[in-house]
């Protein structure tokens, strides 16, 4: 009952197979990484930001997909938020100019670091949801990782109410754990309900680690979105 699947990096990947294969399978590309990842935050030139988009948004092209994922990075040590938080907008203002003239989505995903991802720099909706306001272009979103904001913040219909016309794509995994959506802290039959609710015409990617048999898992997942 899947449709779409997605990926991390791409610069790793056999790009002509995956594409062949994802046809044979007749299955659509949700999203992939932009890269460089993780690197908003450092000293990465913009031209290279750009220069990332443009080649991710080839590639888009290549696999049939307007969906890029985007990372921040890490805090830097010694340096104020608001210092790194300007490094990091004129980034993003380059790169959604980039990607609006190609067509392309950037979506921005907020991680927790109490589990995964320690000393990552975009933790909240509200801190992304402020980024994507002041760059103020169709070409950034926000990536909505329920699992990584029940971590961080719960509140997960509220913000996802809150900021829904800023999302562009949906992750989803059982918390804690990042295991099945059946038997953790979430209850996913009412999340995919109210995400139905709003209207959201975009993917959401089952990101997360089965548990038992691989199948099963993927299949309750659907069994979930379609019983919503």
Not at 108 to 133: K, S
Request: proline share 4%.
């Amino acid at each position: 009952g899947l449709r779409a699947f997605e990926f991390w990096n791409y610069s790793d990947k056999d790009l002509p197979a995956l594409r062949a294969a994802a046809q044979a399978g007749g299955l659509a590309v949700a999203a992939f990484v932009c890269e460089p990842g993780f690197a908003l935050t450092g000293p990465t030139p913009v031209d290279e930001h750009v220069a990332g988009v443009q080649r991710a948004a080839e590639v888009g092209r290549l696999l049939g997909t307007k969906t890029l994922i985007v990372t921040a990075g890490n805090a830097v040590p010694g340096e104020t938020y608001e210092i790194t938080r300007r490094r990091v907008l004129r980034k993003l203002k380059a790169m959604a100019a980039a990607a609006e003239q190609e067509g392309m989505a950037l979506c921005l995903e907020p991680l927790n670091v109490h589990d995964d991802h320690p000393g990552y720099w975009l933790t909240t909706m509200a801190q992304a949801a402020d980024l994507i306001d002041e760059v103020d272009s169709p070409g950034l979103k926000i990536l909505y990782d329920i699992y990584h904001q029940q971590i961080t913040e719960g509140s997960i219909l509220a913000n996802l109410r809150k900021y829904a016309a800023r999302i562009g794509h949906i992750h989803v995994a059982g918390a804690p754990g990042r295991g099945n959506l059946v038997g953790g802290d979430l209850d996913y039959r009412t999340i995919f309900a109210a995400i139905d609710a709003l209207g959201y015409g975009g993917y959401v990617g089952l990101e997360f680690r089965p548990t038992g048999d691989t199948a099963d898992a993927l299949a309750e997942a659907v069994m979930l979105a379609r019983t919503a």
